[in-house]
């Protein structure tokens, strides 16, 4: 079984950042893509970012390309999510999970173990 646990969200005004964590633990062996996700009220889940556990290749939505940048330390099995120039649209629980496989990386429909997610509000 895999844990993943979130930290790192708060309130924060236009223009500003955050650095979210996601510390995974269990049999992390198996994760090989972990990707960001994010809700807002009223809306579906919407695929943020990812990246390949061991290649280190990442992929963003058009939103925020430019803006976020994801990363991983493999000895602590943490994946961050470092958010910049941040937007009120980028109001949301962001949560991360791992890729199961079976679709594209673009789709939060491919990613399972979720995390309780952590609440980022940006105010304008």
């Known amino acids: 079984q895999v844990q993943l646990v979130e930290s790192g969200g708060g309130l924060v005004q236009a223009g500003g950042s955050l650095r979210l964590s996601c510390a995974a633990s269990?049999?992390?062996?198996?994760?090989?893509?972990m990707g960001w996700v994010r809700q807002a009220p009223g809306k579906e889940r919407e695929f943020v970012a990812a990246?390949?556990?061991?290649?280190?290749?990442?992929y963003y939505d058009d939103s925020v390309k430019g803006r976020f940048t994801t990363s991983r330390d493999n000895a602590k099995n943490t994946v961050y999510l470092q958010m910049n120039s941040l937007k009120p649209e980028d109001t949301a629980v962001y949560y991360c999970?791992?890729?199961?496989?079976?679709?594209?990386?673009?789709?939060?429909?491919?990613?399972?173990?979720w995390g309780q997610g952590t609440q980022v509000t940006v105010s304008s």
């Open positions: 990246i390949d556990w061991r290649r280190s290749s990442t």
């Open positions: 999970a791992a890729y199961t496989g079976g679709g594209s990386y673009y789709s939060e429909k491919w990613y399972a173990y």
């Open positions: 269990g049999h992390t062996f198996s994760m090989s893509t």
